[in-house]
């Protein structure tokens, strides 16, 4: 396809159809799933706008199934049942490889759609990291910086405004090139659409207005493990807070249309008794949401920078996902009763992690690595293994490693 750009994703998809039958990409829409499958794809099934395909799935869908693989159903979910009829290909051919279904919304469940364990693997694709879209050289890997790698790079030349503008304008790869009106505007529809259409579409009769209070409380709590009780009250405003059935149905519908992207606690063994909190982080699935849902542009950022260091260490906690995820790994937060806390901590396969603190400020970097290493002083080796990396991720300068060992990462020098 003329004008695609690599993904991460593209070489998990080649090893989940490698090893299974079919293989489902999930992801919030327009994050780039149709274009990273028909790269492989030989058949393209479009569920969304073709009618005919629609009926098809009810009327004969063996003849969907007639063309040659892999066969591409887009936007699966808009005929559920062909959930069970894929899987029932799979079982039934003993091959793999053969299906590809891209969803952007995720059913309810169903007690009449049978699991896909063994048959159906699954990708998760977010919007483009700055390594995919050309924005970060790359130059540090992640996953060698959790192989013990010390990191060498130079400046690439990014600046802050140049990193403002990615928060605002997001990695969708229908906007990399775009200017920050047109992004803002794309944006604008796109919520509008998520709240006047998508969320009820899932069943949810809801009033737009709430859902839209709903964002602009998450966008405000960015990075923060905000309360249910809190976000419950932002939405009702003066008219008191919403029951929280209503509140659970609203972040059902985001999770659903795979909007937000939070945090979980890391619950290590410490030395200490502190109590740890247990409250997730909150994000979206991209920086520009945020910014979009509070109505702000760069000039907005840039006006007040501590405020943009949370949108600055979402766009990074997302490229950690991005780059974590073909490692097997998590990324989740740690916060304690204290108030000490630690943005990103990596955990793999075998038990493998790794914690980064995020500071849009290059002076805050020498707080920040003394924060890593007392908490780092506080985890119970013993149970967890030693970390195999300790990081700052910062905006701008050059990459290396400190002779505390802490390693310095400007994020325009990472990548997977």
Wanted: hydrophobic share 40%; aromatic share 6%.
């Amino acid at each position: 396809m003329a004008g695609y750009l690599p993904r991460v994703a593209d070489h998990e998809l080649a090893e989940r159809l490698a090893a299974m039958g079919a293989v489902l990409i999930e992801g919030p829409k327009a994050c780039g799933k149709t274009a990273t499958a028909s790269q492989v794809a030989h058949t393209t099934v479009r569920l969304d706008v073709d009618a005919n395909a629609r009926s098809v799935v009810t009327l004969n869908p063996d003849a969907l199934f007639e063309q040659p693989t892999p066969i591409l159903f887009d936007e699966w979910q808009i005929e559920p049942a062909l959930w069970n009829r894929v899987r029932r290909q799979v079982d039934d051919r003993g091959e793999r490889g053969l299906y590809i279904l891209t969803g952007s919304a995720t059913p309810r469940d169903d007690t009449h759609r049978h699991s896909g364990a063994g048959r159906i693997g699954t990708v998760r694709m977010r919007p483009m990291s700055l390594f995919e879209s050309g924005h970060s050289s790359g130059q540090v890997s992640l996953a060698a910086l959790l192989e013990g790698d010390a990191p060498t790079a130079p400046d690439t030349g990014l600046t802050v405004p140049d990193l403002v503008d990615r928060i605002v304008i997001g990695g969708w790869p229908g906007l990399i090139d775009a200017a920050e009106s047109e992004a803002r505007a794309w944006l604008a529809d796109y919520l509008g659409q998520l709240i006047e259409v998508d969320v009820p579409a899932l069943g949810h009769r809801r009033n737009p207005r709430n859902i839209r209070r709903l964002l602009e409380s998450l966008a405000r709590s960015i990075g923060q493990p905000v309360k249910l009780v809190e976000l419950a009250k932002d939405i009702g405003g003066d008219r008191g807070a919403v029951a929280a059935e209503t509140l659970y149905a609203y972040l059902d519908a985001l999770d659903r249309l795979m909007l937000t992207d939070n945090s979980e606690a890391w619950r290590p063994h410490m030395r200490s008794r502190t109590k740890l909190r247990t409250a997730p982080v909150r994000y979206f699935i991209d920086p520009s949401i945020g910014a979009a849902a509070l109505g702000i542009g760069s000039a907005e950022l840039l006006a007040d920078l501590r405020a943009t260091g949370f949108h600055f260490e979402a766009l990074a906690v997302r490229d950690l996902r991005v780059y974590t995820q073909p490692l097997g790994g998590t990324v989740d937060s740690w916060r304690d009763a204290n108030g000490r806390e630690v943005d990103a901590l990596l955990t793999l396969p075998g038990g493998r992690w790794g914690a980064f603190e995020v500071k849009l400020n290059p002076a805050a970097i020498d707080e920040a690595a003394a924060s890593l290493l007392r908490f780092a002083a506080g985890v119970d080796t013993t149970r967890h293994g030693a970390p195999a990396v300790l990081g700052v991720i910062t905006s701008t300068g050059f990459a290396g490693r400190r002779p505390d060992g802490v390693v310095v990462v400007p994020i325009g020098t990472l990548g997977p």
